[in-house]
């Protein structure tokens, strides 16, 4: 069977299989060039679902935290209706969400806060939290 191009199916499937290999070459050079292992993909892949994960568990929390603020805080007297704002509560939702992601463990809150005060540039106190043991 031949196709418009004059090359039978079989070429063509042999032409796009060099082609792929040199493609795929190509990248590993690339990637041994810049010092990137070639398993790349596999942690691209990894940190997308971990950071999919993350947003997942982050938007339970910004609903959930909306209620719970509403119909549990303000009630029961913890926050006052005025302390209770949007931008409070995805302030309280996205802790709560951080403190799950490094499971509740001190000295990980602790580097988490340290890499949020540096992407602030407040690396005194990013390093002065970085510096306390239990």
Same mark, same amino acid.
């Given at each position: 069977?031949?196709? $418009?191009? !004059?090359?039978? %199916?079989? =070429?063509?499937? #042999?032409?796009?299989?060099?082609?792929?290999?040199?493609?795929?070459?190509?990248?590993?050079?690339?990637?041994? =060039? @810049?010092?990137?292992?070639?398993?790349?993909?596999?942690? $691209?892949?990894?940190?997308?679902?971990?950071?999919?994960?993350?947003? !997942?568990?982050?938007?339970?929390? $910004?609903?959930?935290? &909306?209620?719970?603020?509403? /119909?549990?805080?303000?009630? @029961? !007297? +913890?926050?006052?209706?005025?302390?209770?704002?949007?931008?409070?509560?995805?302030?309280?939702? +996205?802790?709560?969400? /951080?403190?799950?992601?490094?499971?509740?463990?001190?000295?990980? %809150? #602790? $580097?988490?806060?340290?890499? +949020?005060?540096?992407?602030?540039?407040?690396h005194?106190?990013?390093?002065m &939290?970085?510096?306390?043991?239990?």
């Amino acid at each position: 069977m031949q196709t $418009l191009e !004059g090359q039978s %199916a079989v =070429e063509q499937l #042999r032409d796009m299989a060099t082609s792929f290999h040199a493609l795929k070459t190509k990248r590993d050079n690339a990637l041994d =060039e @810049c010092g990137i292992g070639h398993d790349v993909e596999d942690r $691209l892949r990894l940190g997308n679902e971990a950071i999919a994960d993350f947003l !997942g568990k982050l938007a339970q929390r $910004l609903y959930g935290q &909306l209620y719970y603020d509403h /119909l549990t805080n303000v009630p @029961c !007297g +913890i926050l006052s209706r005025w302390e209770v704002s949007p931008e409070t509560q995805v302030q309280r939702s +996205i802790a709560g969400a /951080l403190g799950a992601l490094v499971k509740w463990d001190i000295m990980e %809150a #602790r $580097l988490l806060a340290a890499n +949020i005060l540096e992407d602030v540039n407040d690396h005194g106190t990013a390093k002065m &939290l970085r510096e306390l043991k239990d």
